[in-house]
């Protein structure tokens, strides 16, 4: 803790000496409220719509968490799946690299096209953004596993499971959580983007709602909330690595 | 008792012939180096041991059972440590028996005490230093339960300091367990010291060239290295090395 606030301090006094440029530069140039709204505005829009905004930030969270276990677990399957069978992967990988070239603004309305105004759309557009970055990257930590370790798993007399389960896994772990921090960061902003499609709640509808409306300071409320998300996300996937990979902090603290 | 007997083994990759017609022993409880010049196919031999690689013609026998082609048949020490960066000491030392089926952590923490790494049971490998991170590797080989272990260059990345002290403390152990070793080096001094028997190895294609019967009687002081009877088994093994 005494750590986030030794290394936090910088970036956040950047951050504060920000708003209030932007308070006052709004202020000596008169901008209007529906224009852009200094950040004043913006924090008492937050507290005072408190009860209405939480039930959109409760259903984007719920959204996101499922969407991010679902693209997690696809992702580690299919990096699995190409990792032991390379006839697969030859034929499979290109294509995967094809499927992120699809912008989702344009397919996340085809899909609701074919599955309607469910859950099951959102879910997709959520999985596609977040599976990809972790099978890269799982898959790299398997091929990067060292030929040394290998050879003397094999001479040893590993089995092709032995060697995935004790040795290429374990290799690839902190390879494997650079990509869910991207994927659990992506993973806040495909829900946002899914729930434009339509949808009860979520910050998404919210969004919408406020700028069609003119209501630019919930805009901002929306902005911030899915930063601070995003950021909550990525900090609990940091946290789950420090746990999860002793060895490589107490090496890093070694150098 | 014959533990390990390869036999007629010839091993070509494409057109490049690196051993032929090879024939060589191990009997239990021996201790037999296998000395040549680098490149001579030494770590063929042991991927054909291990199982790694098929053999063109010849056969590998261990305690009467073939074992051409069939990994996990021996215990194994490579060159590096290869130890898992992931795995405390204790859990690394327990590698070998764990994919064999059963660990048994007690007679491993024995080890490591004696090892003088008792201290570093919980440690991760890069905690320690060259010459332990070696030690805790011979021990992993020396847990696993197959009946033979193949050294691989163990020390040859060590300081010289650290591969004396190395040395010693491997033969320490090896009259205490008295196990199977078939060790690979190029270092003459360090075979005559540690060996019952070496078999120096011609260049490509490799054959055994000369069987040496080490004289000195166990347990083997370091004092032997200034023996007249040490510089005299150095001479005539180098002799045999150049005169291929």
């Known amino acids: 803790m005494i750590n986030v606030f030794r290394k936090g301090w910088r970036p956040a006094s950047v951050l504060l000496l920000l708003f209030i440029l932007w308070e006052v530069a709004v202020a000596i140039a008169e901008v209007p409220n529906w224009l852009l709204p200094p950040p004043t505005d913006i924090v008492q829009e937050a507290i ?19 969407g991010f276990a679902i693209g997690t677990g696809i992702g580690l399957l299919t990096a699995v799946l190409l990792h032991l069978l390379p006839f697969i992967r030859e034929s499979v ?3 995967l690299i094809l499927s992120q070239n699809v912008p989702i603004i344009v ?41 040394e370790l290998k050879h003397y798993m094999l001479m040893a007399g590993a089995s092709k499971g032995q060697l995935f389960w004790k040795l290429e896994l374990p290799y690839s772990l902190p ?35 406020a ?45 | 008792m014959i533990q390990l007997s390869v036999e007629h083994l010839t091993k070509s990759f494409d057109s490049n012939q690196v051993l032929n017609n090879l024939n060589f022993y191990v009997n239990e409880g021996e201790f037999v180096s296998i000395l040549g010049p680098s490149g001579s196919g030494k770590s063929t031999i042991f991927n054909l041991v291990g199982g790694m690689l098929l053999p063109d013609d010849g056969s590998i026998t261990l305690d ?14 490579p060159q590096t440590p290869s130890l898992m960066p992931w795995r405390s000491i204790l859990q690394n030392v327990l590698l070998g028996q764990e994919l064999m089926g059963r660990t048994d952590t007690e007679t491993a923490r024995k080890m490591l005490q004696k090892a003088g790494l008792g201290d570093y049971e919980n440690a991760y490998p890069h905690e320690l230093s060259g010459g332990m991170k070696q030690r805790a590797a011979f021990i992993r080989a020396l847990l696993s339960p197959q009946p033979i272990i193949l050294l691989d260059e163990p020390f040859s990345a060590l300081d ?17 367990h008295k196990p199977t070793i078939l060790f690979v080096t190029h270092n003459i001094e360090e075979a005559i010291y540690l060996s019952d028997r070496i078999l120096v190895l011609s260049c490509k294609p490799a054959k055994v060239i000369q069987e040496y019967k080490v004289p000195f009687a166990r347990p083997r002081m370091e004092e032997i290295f200034l023996h007249e009877n040490f510089l005299s088994c150095k001479r005539s093994i180098h002799h045999a090395l150049k005169n291929q």
Not at chain 1, 117 to 137: E, N, Q
Not at chain 1, 177 to 199: D, P
Not at chain 1, 211 to 222: E, L, W, Y
Request: aromatic letters at 12%.
């Open chain 1, 93 to 95: 990988y290109p294509l």
């Open chain 2, 64 to 77: 009467g059972e073939k074992i051409t082609g069939k990994r996990g048949s021996i215990s194994y020490m």
């Open chain 1, 211 to 255: 700028s069609s409306s003119f209501r630019t300071d919930r805009v901002f409320v929306a902005i911030f909330a899915i930063m601070l998300l995003s950021l909550l996300f990525f900090g609990s996937i940091l946290l789950a690595e420090s746990l999860l990979i002793k060895w490589k902090s107490r090496e890093s603290a070694r150098k």
């Open chain 1, 175 to 209: 390879s494997l959580f650079s990509g869910l921090k991207i994927s659990a960061t992506y993973s806040v902003m495909g829900a946002v983007i899914s729930e434009w499609l339509g949808a009860k709640a979520g910050i998404g509808v919210y969004m919408t709602l």
């Open chain 1, 48 to 66: 005072s719509g408190w009860t209405g905004f939480r039930q959109h930030l409760q259903s984007t969270v719920m959204l996101s968490l499922l």
């Open chain 2, 160 to 176: 010289e300091l650290t591969r004396h002290d190395m040395q010693k403390w491997l033969l320490d152990i090896w009259n205490e």
């Open chain 1, 107 to 147: 397919l996340a309305p085809l899909l609701v096209v074919w599955f309607g105004f469910g859950i099951l759309p959102k879910l997709i557009v959520i999985t596609l953004v977040c599976f990809f970055p972790i099978t890269v990257a799982a898959l790299d930590g398997f091929r990067q596993t060292p030929e």
